[in-house]
């Protein structure tokens, strides 16, 4: 009897932490204008973004099959699966404030941290 195991919405997250000096100057920018944003304008990007803390949250879709290796040989195949992860938010954690940032920002550290995304056990 084959078991495939299928998923839908399944809500995951992952935690990755800003090394201010590798980030793009793009993102950067964005980062900085993310916190202006909420009335926090005199600060010093480098020492309260360095090692700042960004919530990654996703949706996971997909299936396995472990496929059938027994019986007649026109039955059997190998084992497949697929998953999808898309972006439901980002949240910045720095100095003791949560920020939720805008989709076009948290869509970029999205994928600028996809594999981190990628990485990250889901719940069954």
Do not use: N
């Not at 950067?28 to 944003?37: F, G, N, T």
């Amino acid at each position: 009897m084959r078991k495939i195991r299928e998923w839908s919405h399944v809500k995951g997250s992952t935690y990755v932490t800003i090394d201010w000096d590798e980030l793009e100057d793009e993102l950067k920018l964005l980062l900085i204008d993310a916190v202006c944003e909420t009335g926090h304008i005199e600060f010093d990007p480098k020492k309260e973004l360095d090692e700042a803390e960004l919530g990654l949250f996703f949706l996971s879709s997909g299936y396995d099959d472990p496929g059938k290796y027994s019986g007649p040989p026109e039955d059997c195949y190998p084992a497949c699966s697929d998953e999808e992860r898309v972006m439901d938010s980002v949240e910045l954690y720095s100095w003791g404030h949560r920020i939720e940032l805008k989709e076009d920002v948290a869509l970029k550290l999205f994928e600028k941290f996809q594999y981190e995304v990628d990485k990250a056990e889901i719940g069954d």
